[in-house]
T-cell receptor
Framework: KAGVTQTPRYLIKTRGQQVTLSCSPISGHRSVSWYQQTPGQGLQFLFEYFSETQRNKGNFPGRFSGRQFSNSRSEMNVSTLELGDSALYLC????????????FGQGTRLTVV | AQSVAQPEDQVNVAEGNPLTVKCTYSVSGNPYLFWYVQYPNRGLQFLLKYITGDNLVKGSYGFEAEFNKSQTSFHLKKPSALVSDSALYFCAVRDPGKGGATNKLIFGTGTLLAVQP
């Protein structure tokens, strides 16, 4: 089974621009979560989508948004980029079930200059 | 609110010696606990989880974890460390939030494990 695929792996953007990151979950997984990882704040939950609906959201500004498509693929968008948005963005997929673990992609390294 | 704490930023151990990476938790309700490992410039790899049942949980790559309810701890252990075990280890707890189904995880700050040859 293919794992979680995130594209692109690396991105460099300029302050004020917007960016879209993509995540393809493991086949059959309907839950996709996004996390931001930085040296200062560690791993922080952004949001979770399940069957195209956002079912949980972390404490991030409205510049961070996401969506999920009918094939469970997910995208997250960050508008009006700030230097502090530089981070590793991780996507995780989980199967249906109450006690399942999350499987992570390799992440997208975003650098804002 | 759910939380986990990893009191050690770094753990150093010699190859062949046993290793322990500590994690304590604070939850309301039943704790659903996880351990993940991260190698440089990579995502997180699942090692093991505790949902209910036996307090000793066995996972991938020879790792195990001991759940202790009275001490609210979930320490990761391995009988004999390998140099290739050197990585960043994260403890996590599922956060049910306002209730209902969710896969949201709250992570600890991570512990860097360094295994010397």
């Amino acid at each position: 089974k293919a794992g979680v695929t995130q594209t692109p792996r690396y991105l460099i953007k300029t302050r004020g621009q917007q960016v879209t990151l993509s995540c393809s979950p493991i086949s059959g997984h309907r839950s996709v979560s996004w996390y931001q990882q930085t040296p200062g704040q560690g791993l922080q939950f952004l949001f979770e989508y399940f069957s195209e609906t956002q079912r949980n959201k972390g404490n991030f500004p409205g510049r961070f948004s996401g969506r999920q498509f009918s094939n469970s693929r997910s995208e997250m968008n960050v508008s009006t980029l700030e230097l502090g948005d530089s981070a590793l963005y991780l996507c995780a997929s989980s199967s249906t079930g109450e006690y399942t673990e999350a499987f992570f992609g390799q992440g997208t390294r975003l650098t804002v200059v | 609110a759910q939380s986990v704490a990893q009191p050690e930023d770094q753990v150093n151990v010699a190859e062949g010696n046993p290793l322990t990476v500590k994690c304590t938790y604070s939850v309301s309700g039943n704790p659903y606990l996880f351990w993940y490992v991260q190698y440089p410039n990579r995502g997180l790899q699942f090692l093991l989880k505790y949902i209910t049942g036996d307090n000793l949980v066995k996972g991938s790559y020879g790792f195990e974890a001991e759940f202790n309810k009275s001490q609210t701890s979930f320490h990761l252990k391995k009988p004999s460390a390998l140099v290739s075990d050197s990585a960043l280890y994260f403890c996590a707890v599922r956060d049910p939030g306002k209730g209902g189904a969710t896969n949201k995880l709250i992570f600890g700050t991570g512990t860097l494990l360094a295994v010397q040859p």
